[in-house]
Structures are given as structure tokens and as C-alpha cells.
């Protein structure tokens, strides 16, 4: 086998999880082997760890395949019980010293700061100790949660060493990046805070430091789909098009999944058009049992990759009425970015987060938590809303959505 001589690596929670970003991490590794990387690899989690740890999965027996030249490195635990926790992230790092040892020009990009950045930063600093002079590049991509999730629990209890150390681990990277600009802004209020604290200084080194690159997506799999493979699709799940009302996300509280079921019960065009929700999260068994009586909300905790996209284009309306939690807010909104390219119905969603620099103005905008205006905005959407309006608001979406376009985004932030 012959020597790479450019290589890629990113860590992160990569498939079979159910999240944004393991796509943003495919899509980054796809076009990385047209732009001169020979070696691509994403440094993930042993799959039975990953269900162990109750994350929402997608099927596993339907993944997409990579491309030739991507390789999915799952490394084992190192050591045994008495170690439970540090095992898996010695094994990931071991692994990337092994990697940096060969000489290889690498690239090295972490998705989440805990732990990806971490054991990046480690294993960078345990290659050089070693004397291996590894010719590396560090990328650390702040995603949203590592902000609204970790730093800002570690505030709120009062843990202030904890979000030292966690943003002291973001700076330390040679290049440091947020998924929104939302993000942006919420990294700099945290290291305001921890400043504010501790005497520290994070708060302009964020200033002065952190870019911002939104989600890549590859938009082919979405744009110019085959009108008789959505309606096969449709057919498949006893749907119509323009016939159904689609939320199709993480199921969770904080993806205003409850607002939603309450507002369908409410809804004049629910005669006219079942409430499809697709995925899987924390929610979905509480949703469920909220939703035993309501034969006309019908629940697909299987779709995959390929079905997405022709769900979106045939639905009536897509609504995602997101609100801020204390364990979550939507940074960017990549499910909504994908819908604007898949066309379809009107998005009906909320200006949570990042959402509105997802959207732009191409969607129908409520408040967040407000379940009335949720039930009126979809009751127009489906009833009301004229035809030649409807298409004016899928081409401007879907020409905004193009700049998110996984090639422009790559050459943009390597």
C-alpha cells in the first residue's frame, strides 16, 4: 500500500448517530478526497458504546457507505473496569498518536470540545513529548452544545475550573470555529462570565479568534429528485403528496416536538392532512403515549438517508417550532437547511438560536412556544396559502440553502 501524503482526520460522534453534525463530518470527509487529502478519516465510538450511552441512532443495516479513501476507526477501550471512563477516550487518542507518528502532513479537525478536542489536543502534545515532530494542524469546530449545553451547565452550577478548562482546550487549537454565528456570540458571553470570575482573558482571545462555518450539506442529495421515486417513496408509507404536515428532526422537547402534537389537536386542516414524525430522541416513547388516541399522527422511526430527502419534498408543510432549553438550543437548524434544498411545502419554524441564519427569510416564522400561532401558521400554510406562493418561498429557500453547499463550505474553512 503506498504512503499518503496528505491526511485528514476528524473526531466526532460520527453514524450511526442521529445528529447534524456526524453528517457535517461525512460531508467534510467526502470532499476532502477532490481536494488533495489521500488518507480521510473519522475517529469515532465503538458502536456499542454509542447505544449504551441512549444516543438516538439510525438504523444500522441502512448507513450510507463512504467513498473509497474514508475510513471509520472505532478503537477499543484501553484498560478495564477500573478505568471507566478514561478507556475509550486513551484508546481514541492512542490511535491518533499512532497516526501522527508517521510523518504524514495531517490535518486534524474536532467536532464537540468534549472530549474530540481534548483528545486531539492530547494526542498532539503526547506525538511531540515523544519526538515524533508531527507535522499537524489542529481545527477545533465549536457545534452549539459544547456552548448551550456543557459551559453553560458549568455556570449555572457554579463550576467555573470546569469552563476554564473546556475553553482553555478550544484556544489551544491552531485554528478555532463556530457553526453559526449565533454560536459565535454565545462562546464570547461565556468567557465574558468565566472572565468575570477567574481574571481570565477568554472572552477577546474569542473576539479576536473564532471564524464561523456553517454545516456542510451536500446538496445533490437533495436537489433534482425523481418525481416517481417520491411518490414510490410516499406510496411505500401510505402518504400523498402536498397531503401531510412533516417534522422530521431529533425528537426531543427542545425541537418543540410537544408544542407541535398540541398544536395539530387544534388544527382546522388536520381533516385535510396527517402530522408525520419521523426520528427518533429522548421524547419519542412520551410522545408516543401523548399521541395514542390521535390516529391521524403517524409516527416513522426508520427513515434513512435516502428516504429523507423525498419525505421533504413531499410534504404540505414542514414545521420544526425549536425553543431554547436549558440542555439545548438549535445552534443552526441543518434539518431545515436540508428541507430549503429538497423543496416541497412551506417551513414553518421559530427564531431560536441559529435558526434565522439557517432560513433567511424564507420561511414562516412564529414565536417560540407559542402553540396558537403554531396551529394558525400550518392552518394557512395547508389551506390558505396560494399556490404561486408557495414556489416563490421553495426557490428563494432553496437558492439561500446552496451557500451551504458541503464543496463551498470546505474550501472556505480549509
Known amino acids: 500500500m503506498s504512503r499518503p501524503t496528505r491526511r485528514l482526520v476528524i473526531a466526532v460522534r460520527a453514524d450511526p448517530v442521529i445528529c447534524g453534525h456526524s453528517g457535517e463530518a461525512r460531508n467534510l ?65 492512542g490511535r491518533l498518536v499512532e497516526l501522527l507518528s508517521d510523518g504524514v502532513p495531517t490535518v486534524c479537525l474536532s467536532m464537540y470540545l468534549v472530549p474530540h478536542t481534548q483528545v486531539i489536543n492530547d494526542a498532539v502534545t503526547a506525538a511531540r513529548a515523544a519526538g515524533f515532530n508531527p507535522q499537524v494542524h489542529t481545527i477545533a469546530k465549536a457545534v452549539g452544545s459544547d456552548v448551550t449545553n456543557v459551559i453553560r451547565s458549568c455556570l449555572r452550577e457554579g463550576r467555573v475550573g470546569a469552563a476554564t478548562v473546556l475553553l482553555t482546550t478550544f484556544l489551544a487549537s491552531d485554528e478555532v470555529v463556530a ?24 472572552a477577546q482571545q474569542c473576539r479576536d479568534r473564532v471564524t464561523v462555518s456553517y454545516p456542510p450539506i451536500d446538496s445533490s442529495a437533495f436537489l433534482d429528485l425523481d418525481e416517481e421515486t417520491i411518490d414510490a417513496a410516499l406510496e411505500k408509507r401510505g402518504l400523498e403528496r402536498g397531503k401531510y404536515i412533516l417534522f422530521l428532526s431529533r425528537v426531543a422537547r427542545a425541537k418543540g416536538i410537544y408544542d407541535l402534537v398540541i ?78 434544498l429538497a423543496g416541497g411545502g412551506p417551513i414553518v419554524t421559530t427564531l431560536t438560536g441559529g435558526t434565522g441564519e439557517a432560513v433567511g427569510d424564507t420561511a414562516v416564522i412564529i414565536e417560540a412556544g407559542d402553540i396558537n400561532a403554531l396551529a394558525e401558521a400550518l392552518d394557512r400554510v395547508v389551506l390558505d396559502m396560494p399556490e404561486a406562493e408557495k414556489r416563490a418561498m421553495e426557490t428563494r429557500a432553496r437558492e439561500h440553502a446552496m451557500s451551504f453547499d458541503r464543496v463551498a463550505v470546505f474550501d472556505d474553512l480549509f
Open 29 to 93: 470527509a467526502e470532499v476532502a478526497l477532490t481536494r488533495g487529502f489521500d488518507d480521510v478519516r473519522l475517529l469515532t465510538w465503538p458502536i456499542p458504546t454509542l447505544q449504551a450511552a441512549g444516543l438516538p441512532l439510525k438504523p444500522l443495516d441502512r448507513l450510507l457507505p463512504y467513498s473509497d479513501g474514508i475510513t471509520v476507526e472505532r478503537p477499543e477501550a484501553v484498560g478495564d473496569y477500573r478505568v471507566p471512563d478514561g478507556r475509550h477516550l486513551a484508546g481514541l487518542t
Open 179 to 202: 457553526v453559526s454565528e449565533y454560536t459565535k456570540d454565545e462562546i464570547i458571553a461565556s468567557a465574558e462570565e468565566v472572565d468575570r470570575h477567574c481574571g481570565t482573558t477568554f
Open 263 to 340: 398544536a395539530y389537536g387544534q388544527m382546522q386542516c388536520r381533516d385535510e392532512v396527517p402530522l408525520v414524525i419521523a426520528g427518533n430522541g429522548p421524547a419519542l416513547e412520551h410522545v408516543r403515549a401523548m399521541a395514542k388516541e390521535d390516529e391521524r399522527i403517524i409516527f416513522l422511526n426508520d427513515v434513512d438517508d435516502d428516504e429523507k430527502p423525498l419525505l421533504m419534498a413531499g410534504c404540505a408543510a414542514y414545521a420544526l417550532p425549536t425553543k431554547p432549553e436549558p440542555d439545548f438550543v438549535e445552534t443552526f437548524g441543518i434539518a431545515l437547511a436540508e428541507k430549503m
